[in-house]
DNA sequence: AAGTGGGTCAACCGCAACTGC
DNA sequence: AGCAGTTGCGGTTGACCCACT
């Protein structure tokens, strides 16, 4: 077993773009493969972690709105800490995002809240009964993007108590809100929103700073191996 | 100007669950 | 069925920034 160093800490945009390209050619699925034919010398661990929390092209990057602030405070009193549940409700935030959002906002807010009135009262919208609904915001590809696989693919198909929530006046909100910031949105998409495969350029050329040059890995001759395995 | 405290965010860690053999 | 490897989740930490004193 030949133990390679791994590097820890802040990532650099070198690194990102490294990251970003294989994920866009292996997909977002086998990290440890992916953290190894990169050559980047991080854990296929703490590759899904940059992507899925700074990466990720559907990543909504911000403030939060109230709408989604409110959609936090309920969802946090109905399922408390399960913030990856809580995230797949909120499209364009991740677990991370959401979790350090509750620890510095909500609870502030909530301990208000529960000084005042309990969030789920009897008129309360949601209720352990409803019907089943589909809810979950999904990608072109029919999945969340917080969904990169895993255990959770399953989880995500079985989790029926996912949906057990009838969420219809809350899910309205948030559409309204987002017809309504729809702009903002798009202006703090994530850095690499425009990165193209195709060109395998960053838009960054802007006053000459960025001629990024792709690193391909000494292990790149796997990705023939993969290949072949992945087409047959 | 320096010190301090709170807010924010990125990243790591340990554990549990899943997958494939 | 059992095991090893991989992935996902929740908790936690630490660096950085900013406002305030």
Known sequence: MV???????PWTEQEDVQLVFYV?????????????????KRTGKSCRLRWVNYLHPDLKRGKMTPHEERLVLQLHSRWGNRWSRIARKLPGR?????????????????????????P?????????????????PVTENNR????????????NN???SDFEVDMDEIWKDIELSEENCNFSCQLMA?????FC??????????EGQSKMVLPISDNFNSLTFYNQEMTG
């Open 158 to 160: 079985i989790d029926k």
């Open 94 to 118: 991740t677990d991370n995002e959401i979790k350090n959002y509750w620890r510095t906002h909500m609870r502030k807010k909530a301990l208000a809240k529960k000084k005042t009135i309990s």
């Open 144 to 155: 969340s993007f917080y969904d990169t696989g895993g255990r959770n693919v399953l989880a």
């Open 3 to 9: 133990h390679v160093e791994t590097k820890k800490g």
């Open 197 to 206: 495969l195709d060109s395998f350029l960053w838009p960054m050329d802007i």
């Open 24 to 40: 866009n050619l292996l997909g977002d699925r086998r990290w440890d493969f992916i953290a190894k034919v990169s050559g980047l």
């Open 190 to 194: 994530s850095p690499t929103w425009d």
């Open 120 to 136: 789920f009262s009897s008129s309360s919208s949601f209720s352990l009964n409803s019907p089943a609904r589909e809810f979950t």
